[in-house]
């Protein structure tokens, strides 16, 4: 357990190191550019980071609030429609990139979360209240209405399809 | 709950947090430097006007491309105005915001390779059948 926990976080170490070792290289051939990508990188950092505080308050309520008995009751093997609410849901109103709530989602899912639900979340991302002015602007309100039913019912198709046809545990 | 309680909760996710540090960083500058290197026209010039090439090509672009939501759809709706069939802008958006090709290695790193594969291949099939679906049922309204 403490190896695999080791090798993953060495894993992490190695993917930061890659990518740095990606702009030396850029910076060698074209050092503008490099920079450039830097500059976007220090400016993208400012603008996640209130993203970064909100993930930390939400792990933290959820180590001061929610045991593995209560996230395996809401989101676990026998959560049933429950379940798929919270996934759905909470998709839909998480904010900011979707790599900045792995260790979220990571954590529930060592609690007990279903692998179909997490899929589901993710999905779930692609529907956006704050965005629905600027879809209905382009599209029109027919198109968003259509296309934010299918959105949902696939989030829900493809967590289904993830424990039935790939068989990953349902634990 | 006491202060020590509050105090040990706490820091259990900083330390949980901390160990997710170094692959969020990675994710971040990879994306820095996706933006700028690949130019704003770029989706404008790569659609070739196919029925049946355009939206994989949609799903394909959409599926590298990173970057906040809100881009991909006005993106999505210039490519329309500039003839990109509907199926393709669809699928374009839809893989944008639930396929990440940049991603994939620190989804994997935390919740296992076949997890992260599996979720990101279901996404891209669900664009396209979701673009086709969406397509279809509009010419019926």
Redesign the interface.
């Known amino acids: 357990m403490n190896k695999d926990f080791s090798k ?2 060495n ?3 190695i ?2 190191l ?3 070792a ?2 030396l290289i ?1 910076a060698l051939v074209n050092f503008p ?1 490099a920079k ?3 500059l ?2 220090l ?3 400012k603008q ?1 980071f209130p993203i970064f505080a909100l ?2 308050f939400f ?2 309520l959820s ?2 609030f929610f045991n593995a008995k209560k996230i395996t009751r809401s989101l676990g093997k026998n959560a049933g429609i429950k379940g798929w609410l919270i996934s759905i849901i909470g998709g839909i109103l998480s904010t900011g ?4 709530w ?2 979220f ?3 529930l ?1 060592e609690h007990g979360m279903r ?1 179909a639900f ?2 589901t979340f ?2 779930n ?2 529907v ?1 209240i ?2 629905l002015p ?2 209905i ?3 029109g309100p ?2 968003v209405v ?2 934010t039913f ?2 949902i019912l ?1 989030s829900i ?2 967590g289904i ?2 424990e039935k046809f ?1 068989k ?1 545990s349902p634990e | 709950m006491t202060l020590l309680r509050i105090k040990e909760n706490f820091i259990k996710t900083l330390k949980s947090f901390k160990q997710i540090i170094p692959m969020i960083l990675g994710v971040i500058m990879l994306v820095a430097l996706f933006i700028t290197v690949v130019p704003k026209d770029f989706y404008n010039v790569i659609f070739v006007g196919n029925k049946i090439i355009d939206p994989l090509l949609g799903a394909t672009l959409g599926s590298v491309a990173i970057g906040q939501p809100v881009t991909s759809y006005i993106i999505g709706g210039e490519l329309l105005n500039h003839g990109v069939s509907l199926i393709a802008v669809i699928a374009f958006i839809l893989s944008w915001v639930t396929v990440g090709v940049f991603q994939l290695p620190a989804e994997a790193l935390v919740f296992g390779k076949k997890f992260a594969m599996t979720r990101n291949l279901l996404s891209f099939v669900s664009a396209l059948a979701i673009a086709v679906l969406t397509t279809l049922t509009l010419s019926f309204l």
């Open positions: 993953k976080n894993g992490k170490l993917f930061l890659l990518v740095i990606l702009y850029l550019l450039q990508s830097f976007a990188f400016q993208l950092l996640i993930v930390v792990m933290f180590n001061s990139p979707s790599y900045m792995y260790p989602l990571s954590e899912k692998d997490v899929v993710f999905y991302r692609a956006k704050s965005i600027m879809m602007y382009y599209f027919t198109f259509v296309l299918y959105m696939f198709i493809n399809l993830m790939f990953i």
